[in-house]
C-alpha cells in the first residue's frame, strides 16, 4: 500500500480520468495479498490498528447502512463507529457513497462486513487513495522514513521521527509493516513477470557494448557517447530499480549523436523507447514513453539521427553473444493463409532481416565471416573444421545417410540393438542420422527458416538459460542423470527412466529446459520412430507436458519432430494417436508447425480421429477410448484451424459433419474443443453456411446455457459470427437463444466472454424482430450501461448493439434516460476504427429524436463527428458523414452550426475527391442538408463544390447516384450553379439515371433535372438525350413529389420549344 505499489501495479492512463488498476492478473494478485494484510491486520496487530490515522482514507463505497451491525450508531443512511479518536470524532464515517476510515482496527472490519465484495472495496480504497502511507503515517513522517535504509533499526528510526509528535514508535511500526509488505508485493511480481521476459538483458549489453566502440573520436564516428544512468546491476542483469522491472524495463541509456540532442532511452523487453529523462528514481515521469517501441538501438538511432543512419551501414560492429543466446533470424514465407496478411509485408519483413543479418558480419583479417545459425549448428548440419573437412564430409554424406537408414531398420526386440540405437543416435546438440535425413532431403529448405514476425498467440521469444549454475534446483541436475541413463540404457532401462522423469513436474520450466539442455529432446523424439509401444507412450507422455514451453514446441518442429507425431496418428494404438494429437495441440500453435502438419498430411489424420459416437447413454471401455481419441483429434484441429489453409483443409477432409456430431456431446471437456474449432473457423463463408445447414445453431444455442464460461464464450462467438446471414439470426430466436445471450451481460467481470455475448448480441440485433424480444429481457438497459470502464473489444460489439437498438423510436428515449447519449459521446474521441465506425452510427441513429439532439449538439457532439471526416480510415469517413446527416437535419439552428465549424465546408468538399463510392455517397447526403441553408451553400460554392459533384456523375452506383442527385438539386438554388453544371457536363448523365430500376433514384434525378431545367441550355441538352419520354412514364407514379418534379422538369423543357417556336413565328 506504499510507494512501491503504486509503481508496480498496472494502472489506466491519467488522460481517462483518475486512474484506475487495470483489470490484469498481475493486479488481482496484488490485491488479494493487500486484503489478506488488511483482513488480518487487526487481529496480528492489536495495539499498532488502534492507531489514528493522520488523514482519513476515504473512497466511494458499495456497502449501505443495512450491512453494519453492532458497535455502529446508524441514523438513516448514515453510520458512525462508536469506537472514536481522542478527540471524540468517529475512526468510522459513511455518508453513502462515501466512507471514511481513520484506523486499521476499522479498516480490518469494514473488509469483514463487505464479504463478497471485498476485493472491489481494497481496490477502490486504492483508486482513490494513491499515496496510502502518506496519509496514514503523514507526509513529514513519510518523507522522513522512506528516505532511510532498509537495514536501519527501529530505534534509530524512532529517533528520526521524535520530533514528529507522539506516537513515534507507532509510526514506525506501521510503517516497516507497510514497507515489508510492499517488499512482498514486489517480490511477487517480479516472479510473474518472470516468466514473461522476452529479451535477454546479455543481448543489450552486447548491442551497448558495440555502439560504445563506434563512440571514438574520428572522421568516422557515429555517435559522440552512449552510457547507462546506472552502474549498479541486479542478479537478473538489469540496472532497472525493482518497480521498473515489473513494468519490463531492464536499463537506461543516455545517447548522444553527432548532430541531435542527447536521447534518453529505455531498453525493455518489448524493446527500446525515449523515455521523459530518468534523472533520478524518485522521478516517476520521466519514465513515461515518448516514442514509438523499436525492436533495437540501432533502429531507433537511424530513425532519430540522419547521421547515424548514413554512416552505420559504412561500418562492421562484431555483436558477440554468448552460445546461449546467440540468434540469427532467418525468414519464413508466409502464406496469404494467416490472417489474409499482405505478401508486401513479407517482402519488407524480409528486407529488414537481411539488413539486420549484413550488420551482424565482422571482419577477421580483412574478410567477413559469416556465421550460421545456431539452430543449424545444434542439428548436426554444419561441420566446425575447416574447407578440406567439409568437402570430406560432403563427399562421404552419401555413406551416411544409407548407413542411418540401415540403423533404423534394426527390430527394437533386441535389448543390445535397443541399447545400440538409444546411444548412438541421442548425442547432445546433434540429431540421428535418419533424422538429418528426413530434415534435409523429403522437407523443402524453408521449413527451417523462422519467421520474424510470428502469429498473434505466441511472439518470438529469445532463449532464456540460467546465468550460474548456483541457481539451479536439485530437479535441474536429477533430470539431467536422468538422461544420461535414457542415451545408454536398454529397452527396459528407458521404460523405467521415462516413467522416472514423468514424477517430476514436467510443467515448471526448469524441467522441460533441463531435458532440452542436456540433449534429452532428441533421444525422446528418436524413441517416437521405434517399434515399442511403451517407449512412445512414455516419450509423448512428457512431450505432451513440455510442450506447452515455448521455446520446446520450437525446438521439436526444428527437429523434425512434428512429422513423427503426425505419422503416430496412423497408429492402430489408441492411446498412441490420442497422446499424439494432444501433443500437436500444444506444438501447432505457430505458423510454421500448423503448416508442417498440413503438409505432412496431419489434417486428414485429425479429422479422421473425430468418427465416433459420442453421446451414447453407456459406453464401453473401447468406445470410451475413441471418445477420448476423438477429443485430443478436436484440441489439435483447434489449434490448427487458426490458418486460413488449414480451416479449407478441414473442411475438404469432412470434418465439419464429425465436428457437428460432437456438438451433440453432453461432455464439456469434449465439446470446448468442438466449439472452439468451429467459432475459429466461422470466420470463412462456407463454415457459416455449413453450421447453418448442418443443424449445428441448435446445439449452440443449448450450449449457451451451460455452466462453463470458456464453453459460453465459444458458442457465443460462434454465434457472433454467424449471425451476420439473415436465417442464423432467426434459427437463434426459434431455438429461444436470445434470453441466454442476454443473461450474459450480468458476468461483465469475465471480459471475453463479455465481448463475445455481446458480440452475438449485436450481430442478432441486426433483425428488428430480435430487438423486440431483447427489450423483453431489458438488455439495452444493461448494454447502456456497458458504455464505460470496458475494453475496447467490448466497447465495439456494445456499441454496435446500441446503434442497432437505436433503429427503434422508442428506444431511442431508453437511450437518453440511461445516459447513454453523454457516453456514446465520450467514445467519439477514442483511436480504434472499428469503434469509431460504430459509435458514429449510434450518434447518428439517436440524432433523429430532437431530444436526443440537443444533448449531443450541447455536449459538443457534432465537431467531434465532424472531425472524424479527417481520420484516415474511408470507412470512419463514411459513416462520420451518414452522422452529420440526421443531426444537421435536427439540429436547431443548423445553419448557424454548420458555419461555427472553422473549416468545417472546406474539409466536406475536399472529400468529393475521394475514390471510395461509400465515402462520395455519404459526403453527397451530407452536402444536401448543408445546402438547404443559402448562407452554407453560398460557401460550398465558393469551395468548387459544383465541378467536383459534377465530375462524380458517371457513376453506375444507385447509391451514389441518388445522394449525388439530390446533392445537384440543393445546389443549383444558389446563382449560376444551375448553369455551371450544364457547362461541367452534369446533364448527360442525369438523364441516364433514369433507366435505374431504383425508384429513390428516379426521385432524386427527377428533383435534380427540374432545378436544372430551369436554366434553357440544360433544356437542350435534356431534350437532346431523350428525357421527356422516361420523365412521362415517371409523371404517372403513385409518388406525388416524383409526379410534380418530373412533371415541372417537362414543363420547363416545352416552355422553352414554345418559346423557340414563337421567336420563330414573330421573326
Known sequence: ???????????????????????????????KEILSFAEQFGSQHPQEALHVFQEPLQWSTTLMASDFKTDYDISDSDVQSNERDSEGLPLLQLSPPTVSVRSFSQLSKLVHLAEDKKVEEVQACLEENRYPVVKILGSSVASILQGEDTDTDVLSLVDKVKDQGKDSEVKVKLFLFLRNLDNKLLSKCLEEIAGEIRLDPTAVKNEVDSLKQSSIEGENRVLKSIRYTSDYIFSNGCRAPPWRQVHGEMCYLEIEPCDTETLCVTCSTAGVFLNGGVKQEGEESGYERTSDVHRDLRTLLKSRSPHFAENINTQDFAVQEPPSTQKVQHVEPVDAEERGQPQSSYEQREKNVNENARQSLYKTGGEKKYEPCPRWRNLGLTSPCGEAEEKKRSKSSGEEKSDGIQKRKRGAGAKGKMKAEFSASSLPGRLSSQKIKTSAGSMSL?????????????????????ESNTDLPSEYWQIQKLVKYLKGGDQTATVLTLCAMMDFNLMQETCQLAIRDVGGLEVLINLLDTDEVKCKIGSLKILRKISHNVQIRRAIVDMGGLQSIVRILDSPVKDLKALAAETISNVARFRRARRTVRQYGGIKKLVKLLDCVPNLASLSANQEKDVEVARCGALALWSCSKSTKNKEAIRKAGGIPLLGRLLKSPHENMLIPVVGTLQECASEESYRIAIQTEGMIKDLVKNLSSDNDELQMHCASAIFKCAEGKQTRDLVREYKGLQPLASLLSKASNKQLLAAATGAIWKCSISMENVAKFQEYKALETLVGLLTNQPEEVLVNVVGAVGEFARIPANKAIIRKCGGIKSLVNLLTGTNQALLVNVTNAVGACATDMDNMAIIDQLDGVRLVWSLLKNPSAEVQSSAAWALCPCINNAKDAGEMVRSLVGGLELIVNLLKSTNNEVLASICAAIAKIAKDKENLAVLTDHGVVPLLAKQTNTNDDRLRRHLAEAIGHCCMWGSNKASFGDAGAVAPLVRYLKSKDKEVHQSTAMALYQLSKDPNNCITMHE???????????????????????????NIRLLAQANRNAVLFN
Open 446 to 466: 524453408d521449413a527451417f527458416s523462422e519467421s520474424s514476425s510470428e502469429s498473434e498467440e505466441e511472439e518470438e521469444q529469445p532463449e532464456r538459460r540460467q
Open 1 to 31: 500500500m506504499g510507494l512501491s505499489l503504486t509503481r508496480a501495479a498496472q494502472w489506466t492512463p491519467a488522460s481517462s480520468g483518475t486512474g484506475k488498476l487495470e483489470s490484469t492478473p498481475m493486479n488481482e494478485s496484488l490485491l
Open 1025 to 1051: 438525350k431523350g428525357v421527356v419520354k422516361p420523365l412521362i412514364h415517371l409523371m404517372g407514379s403513385d409518388e406525388e413529389m416524383l409526379q410534380e418534379a418530373a412533371a415541372g422538369c417537362v414543363r
